[in-house]
């Protein structure tokens, strides 16, 4: 870590953390300010994995509920040395969609890769989305598919970690790096995977009706997955029975039985930064 004078109006702690910034579409670069040499990422996820849709059946006996997309993986509270002036690259990986109606195939999209890059420092993370829950082998008069949920994205964590010294706060307050545990684990420089989506969920007996499966959860449990559709009441699918979109990296809702209602759009990555000079 590389230990800066004291400019004129500083605290004892150096210059104040900027702002907290969050992207949640797209690529683009924005510049480390000069005097600041470190990132904190509060939060940072990829794409959620899609659900799949839900089955009816007409004389099997069953009816069944979409599967839930897998979550991505994660940053919370990490803090990375970077350089003044530098320019910072970045990608946010989008949901993966819900998987459509069909009785032979139907597989929820895989979510995006959310990746920060610095031109001095390389690159500091990749983080890849959940897949997205498949119905494979259904049939309007059965046999029953298999419905697997989607598996879990994960974190690659390739950038230089700050886990000591101080700063100072947007306040001017001087703290210890280790106090930053505002993130959604509530826990200082954490990262890991995703977690995998629930399979589809089976209602014994012809024309009986159930929702779909909740997404998988994002940040390590602490970000809920799209709730899935609920059972219909006979008839075409209603738009209550489409699987519900999961937020901030975790998985998509599978749908609801009634006539294979689709699965839900997985939420969507992130990345909430902010600039410290560290001492």
Known sequence: ?????????????????????????????????????????????????????????????????????????????????????ETISYSIGSGGGGGSVSYTASTGGTGGTTTLSGSTSGSIFSITGGSGATNRSGGVGGPLATITGGSAGSASISGSAVTSGIFADSDNSVKNVTSNTSGPTSTFNDSGNGAAGGNGINYPGDNSNGPGRVGASS?????????????????????????????????????????????????????????????
């Open 219 to 279: 940040f390590a449990g602490n970000v809920s997955g799209g709730a899935g559709g609920d059972a219909g009441n006979g008839g075409a699918y209603e738009p209550g029975q489409v699987g519900k979109t999961g937020s901030r990296g975790s998985g998509g809702g599978g749908g609801g039985t009634e006539q294979g209602a689709p699965g839900g759009v997985g939420g969507s990555g992130q990345i909430i930064y902010r600039f410290l000079q560290v001492i």
């Open 1 to 85: 870590m590389t230990h800066y004078t004291l400019l004129v109006g500083s605290t004892g702690g150096g210059l104040p953390a900027t702002s907290f910034v969050e992207l949640t579409s797209g690529s683009s670069t924005f510049n480390v300010p000069t005097g600041y040499n470190a990132i904190h990422i509060q939060a940072a996820a990829g794409g959620g994995g899609g659900g799949s849709s839900g089955l009816d059946y007409d004389r099997q006996g069953a009816e069944q509920g979409g599967g839930g997309g897998g979550s991505s993986g994660y940053v919370s509270d990490k803090i990375f040395s970077v350089t003044g002036g």
